[in-house]
């Protein structure tokens, strides 16, 4: 049994499949999550005019109050690194840049309402994953302007990979025993927090679906069930894996409907994880024995 | 033990310190950032439960209630963290004006929804927001007609502000 975990460890971190594709969707995921939070999301003057709610701990006790400059200007920075991310341009130099500038946007800015849970921070050390491997070899800017096919190393690629199909599976499982150490079975069983929290926040058909109160009682189960076996499903392979990706697609649908929160940051990483497997490994090696390497199935 | 080997160690050495964010987040500390407890929703808040809500008064004296995250251009759960900090903890009375005075300000400026970051409170055109009260409710499970809803049993004001402005002076 133990050999058997071993060996799925192993095989998680060090043997993915279709490494250089499926790390180039998650740049660009990646990349364009983080372009759409930095432009629209709350890191706006607030935090620079109300520098009296900073109150910094752990990673940041020692970084200072920014001003309205400098936090504009590390907008900025965090703004055009991850596009670059995104397309592929210089993309070593921009991945480490989006996952530095990130860190310290998303990070100086949490500081000012603790306590108070993190959501987005699996993007935080996505990019450090993403960055310590080349994830532009296909689908980039580079990979057009390159005459030759880089050096391959997709042991690091492996690696990242293996790394957040792990903590999204962890996740999951977190969310669980977290409800089952703070409330109990009862959590799952009565439905009644996504009731009440439907009520309180949740959308128009979330409060219609309230008519039938039993539904909740339902939908409290299901997230039980959900929570306890996605995580084992994602890790494993085939179908198995396609349909615990399906199922939190699915989960995270349901939980936009019925409350209004898509958690889409999560979400638009789920495919590139857990479904995409770009070009089968006969292909990719025929395409960069042609004049160009991998660039001839990016055009 | 090889590069590999390593490698793995310190792998599970960063999931292992990623479930203790767990137990951090149940007892109410705070979570090691980036890493995260995912105790969303965690909490069960069976009926009869307590909730603060806000209330905005206009400059003609109409009265809005309005969840906490509609009066702070933060994440609607982070809005509540900062509100239930400032209102129910004890607070002093210099900071919870001072978070009053900002919540104004911030409503006059107004921002637009995005992902849980929701919109801005907005009073009738022609006219602004010059008080805010928090108020904690305590709410029960009412059923009717229609299913069931949410009714308020009892509430408690924690703090009201109301801006002063010289005569003749607008907004």
Redesign the interface.
Known sequence: MSTLKRSRFDTLLFEQEAVPWRLAYMRVALGSSVTVLAVYGPFDRFFSDNVWLYDPGGLFAKVPVLGAASLAALRMTTIVASLMLAAGACTRVSAWLTALSFFLLNGYTAQFTQPSFNYDTHLNLFLLAIASADSGRVLSLDAHWRSSAPTADERAGSVALGFMQIYVAMLYGQAFLAKLLLSGPAWFWTGDVVLVQTLRIGTGFGRWLSRWPDVFRAIGILTGVFELSVGWALLRGGRVRNAGAGAALAFHFGTWLVLGISFWHLVVLLPPLFLLRGPTRESARAAERLPGGTQALTD | MGC?GL??LA?LGF?VV??S???V??F????????????????????P?S?VSVVLTDDRGARQRV?P?NV????????M??VNRTYLSHADEATRE?LAR?ALS?LRRSWPA????WAAARPEPGHNFVGIAFYVERQV?SKTG?????RTEAERLLYSYTERRKQGEST
């Open positions: 590999r490698l793995k792998m999931f990623q479930a964010q767990l137990f987040g149940a109410g500390w705070r979570n090691g950032w980036p890493l995260c407890s995912y105790d969303m929703f965690a909490l069960r808040v069976a009926p439960h909730t969840h995250g702070l251009p933060l994440e609607f759960f982070r809005a963290a900062l001072r900002v911030e995005f992902d849980e970051v499970l229609r299913g069931v809803r949410l």
